[in-house]
């Protein structure tokens, strides 16, 4: 047996998250689909992170194990020619037996994008959050830095939410204007289930006059759901993908091309 890893891009819109699950229609599904029609026989995969529904990813990363002989182009050639055209694989490669795409990622990168304008677009569709009303992007990034850091994020974490601890470390969280859009790009060891989502739903707040930027320290000292704002729209979310420590040699995060 050879471990393979590979990087997927995907657009979440018309799916139920990454998750395989009964009947939910899964990106983690059509990936194994894929993968198992050019491998000859059925093969599971282990993502970086799991994606709920509608999210997007630039360089989402598997690994899965197998005994078929291929070379990395009959791979990526194979499979994304068996895959919908929202879904395809980047590059495909071999790796050492002890890399594991969950495991071994030392951080995660995510952006949300919120289209900030008073009449909706109809092309950024399920592509953005949207939010009409003016946001302070300096106001929100000034709010976020108190997320920076070891901490209880319990009031940002769905009620559903899997993880055995809430404790995170966010390494940074970055909120910018770039015209019509307000950027939030975030990175940490892991995330909770909805924390980024949560997250912007706070800072979004801030963002609005609603609430001083001092206001977010006071939601994670709570450690309460009830305590923060609303949930952002899961459109605007991207899984901008994992880092890896070099020995393993693999891509590094891409550079996120939208909004450009």
């Known amino acids: 047996m050879s471990r393979w890893a590979a990087g997927i ?23 194994q689909r894929a993968l198992s029609f050019v491998a000859a026989h059925p093969l599971r995969v282990t993502c970086a992170g799991r994606t709920d529904a509608g999210v997007h990813a630039f360089q989402q990363v598997v690994h899965f194990d197998t005994d078929a002989q291929r070379t990395p182009y009959a791979w990526l050639l194979g499979t994304n020619t ?11 490669q071999p790796v050492a037996a002890d890399f594991d795409a969950r495991r071994s990622a030392r951080a995660r990168h995510y952006r949300y ?20 009303q003016a946001l302070d992007a300096a106001a929100m990034h000034e709010g976020a830095q108190a997320l920076v850091g070891e901490h209880d994020f319990s009031a940002f974490r769905d009620s559903q939410c899997q993880s055995s601890t809430p404790m995170r ?32 739903g706070v800072l979004a707040e801030v963002g609005l006059g609603k609430r001083q930027p ?6 994670l000292a709570s450690r309460d759901r009830t305590q923060a704002g609303v949930n952002a729209p899961p459109g605007g979310l991207y899984f901008i993908g994992p880092e890896y420590p070099e020995r393993f040699g693999l891509p590094a995060p891409p550079r996120p091309w939208f909004p450009a």
């Open 214 to 219: 001092s206001w977010v320290g006071e939601v």
């Open 169 to 200: 470390n966010l390494h940074h969280l970055r909120v910018r204007r770039q015209g019509e859009f307000v950027i939030m790009d975030i990175c940490g060891n892991a995330f909770l289930h909805h924390m980024v989502r949560n997250i912007t």
């Open 82 to 92: 068996n895959l919908p055209p929202d879904i395809s694989l980047r590059w495909v």
């Open 113 to 132: 994008v919120i289209h900030n304008h008073r009449a909706r677009s109809a092309l950024l569709f399920q592509r953005v959050g949207w939010w009409p």
């Open 9 to 31: 891009e995907y657009l979440g819109t018309a799916y139920g998250g990454w998750q395989e699950q009964g009947r939910v229609h899964s990106i983690q599904g059509e990936i």
